[in-house]
């Protein structure tokens, strides 16, 4: 790692104040230190927030919705009695993610910025990183990259998203807290994360210094009828090839109202709001659930190794809805 | 040489694998040594400072000045002479450098030890003072649940918390809550449904 000045931050007035350009704020570091080992990043200051904690570190249900501190870490999230009653598919989404030890140490609101797995990001001796180094090119598009995504790509970058927990936050219609030096504010979480187009390198919408400080989801009391699948070549502790958060609101076996967020197969996180309204109305079936996976992959553009993804994703999706009508709640 | 820690070693008597093999290798080494080696700048980089770092490690308190990069394993290895942690990918991907922080289960190569909250145990920490062995260590050495023995320190502090955390109630799900230790020598049929 390349030396840097490390600052414990008190408050998120204090953090926000020490932060400044190549700054990083460390909270369980399951990102930053590997990447910084990698040299892929390297902050010339660590503000360690991990103090914030006791201001943001509780989860709260009531008749709003759930709210999730972004300093609670996945594994209390995890087993939360109101996340596993209400919001099944947050609660597998961040217990399928990771190991338990990193559970133990990541939290929520580091979790939704993880970087992508691709593995030329991950390796500067590969000079060609758009994501990386602005403008140098992408060595996935011609190399390995059977994990790459086939959705939200763009002819800078094809690397994939690789987090569980985002799907189910903008599967739900999360909104995210986030304070800046003048304060705090509001913004809907699927408008945190950006599509790669011709920036790659700027991943998230949030400015240099701002701090999540927790998730909102709304009160949605169909949300009960949700879950999280995820089709990985292991088991467990491995990212997804193809995942989907779903939510349904079922009437007589009718669809009210679908949510469906797709992981492991995208730039960023992907709700599938195409998907969602070609099943409104219909009953989940093995036909209205394929339709429905078929619309939300229509768009899908694939490189090389990983044309498979889209039969797979479309099958995950199939799944995920059919198990989701057949729950008992 | 191996710079010997500021501070008085937790090791009785003083004599380390580690030393015995260090002194063989540079005494071995001495005729071929080019008289000065050269080393990229990056490598010659100092630390612009040292950083004061309290940790408590197995009810022991102690006071260090590091580089802020140094992560909590390399602080455990390098600096305390606790090498029964070990450094298996150093990326967080393996679990051999499990230890507990505040008695849970965390990555020691992904943990800065500037920034460690709460009271550190390591393998060394599990037997009583006068030797006897935790139930789990003992159970692994029952159930022959180790070749190598590399991974062993992470698995066995990873089993102690799985079991606390109430995550080892069946076979499956021990296989499920101990995913993140992994063992390349594949002992894994004995951990199950043992100890």
């Not at chain 2, 455990?76 to 150093?90: A, F, I, M, Q, V």
Request: charged content about 20%; glycine content about 10%; overall charge neutral.
């Amino acid at each position: 790692m390349r030396a840097f000045d490390y600052v414990r931050a008190t408050d998120a007035a204090a953090a926000v104040q020490a932060g400044g350009p190549d700054a990083s704020y460390l909270a369980g570091g399951t990102t930053l230190l590997d990447l910084a080992k990698l040299d892929v990043m390297q902050p010339q200051r660590v503000i360690d927030v991990n103090d914030l904690t006791s201001q943001f570190g509780s989860i709260a249900s009531g008749a709003g919705g759930l709210h999730l501190g972004a300093f609670v870490h996945m594994a209390e999230a995890a087993a939360h009695p109101a996340v596993l009653r209400d919001y099944p598919v947050v609660a597998q989404s961040l217990l399928l993610a990771a190991s338990p030890q990193i559970r133990n140490m990541a939290t929520l609101g580091g979790n939704v910025l993880q970087r992508t797995r691709c593995s030329y990001f991950r390796d500067p001796s590969w000079a060609a990183c758009n994501k990386r180094v602005p403008g140098s090119g992408c060595a996935a598009f011609d190399g390995v990259n059977r994990k790459h995504a086939v959705l939200g790509t763009s002819a800078q970058c094809i690397a994939t998203y690789p987090g569980d927990f985002a799907q189910a936050l903008i599967a739900l219609d999360a909104t995210v807290d986030i304070v800046d030096a003048s304060g705090p504010r509001v913004i809907p979480f699927a408008d945190l994360h950006r599509l790669p187009g011709s920036t790659p390198e700027r991943e998230t919408n949030l400015a240099q210094g701002d701090l999540i400080t927790g998730f909102t989801l709304p009160a949605l009391p169909w949300a009960k009828r949700s879950l999280y699948l995820k089709i990985r070549d292991r088991q467990s502790y491995e990212f997804a090839l193809a995942s989907a958060a779903v939510a349904l609101d079922l009437n007589g076996g009718i669809v009210r109202a679908a949510r469906i967020a797709l992981g492991g197969v995208a730039t960023k996180p992907w709700r599938a709001g195409e998907a969602e309204a070609a099943l409104a109305g219909k009953p989940v079936s093995e036909e209205t659930a394929r339709r429905a996976a078929d619309v939300a992959f229509a768009g899908a553009v694939t490189h090389g190794e990983n044309g498979f993804k889209v039969e797979l994703g479309k099958r995950t999706l199939t799944r995920a809805l059919l198990q989701a009508a057949a729950m008992e709640v | 040489m191996i710079p010997l820690p500021k501070h008085s070693s937790p090791q009785a008597c003083g004599v380390t694998r580690r030393r015995i093999l260090g002194a063989a290798a540079v005494s071995s080494a001495l005729p071929f040594a080019p008289v000065q080696a050269k080393v990229p700048a990056s490598a010659r980089q100092a630390p612009r400072w040292t950083q004061a770092v309290d940790l408590t490690v197995n009810g022991r308190a102690y006071q260090l000045d590091i580089d802020p990069r140094t992560t909590l394993l390399d602080t455990l290895r390098e600096h305390l002479d606790l090498t029964g942690s070990k450094k298996g990918c150093d990326h967080g991907q393996c679990g051999a450098c499990t230890v507990l922080v505040g008695g849970k289960r965390v990555l020691s190569c992904l943990t800065l030890a500037a920034a460690v909250r709460g009271e550190v145990t390591t393998i060394e920490g599990l037997a009583q003072a006068e030797g006897t062995l935790h139930p789990m260590q003992q159970a692994f050495i029952d159930q022959d649940a180790f070749q190598c023995g590399y991974c062993t320190p992470g698995q066995i502090l990873s089993a102690v918390a799985c079991v606390k955390e109430g995550h080892a109630e069946s076979d499956d799900e021990i296989r499920e809550y101990m995913s993140g230790n992994l063992c390349r020598c594949a002992a894994y049929p004995p951990h199950p449904g043992r100890g």
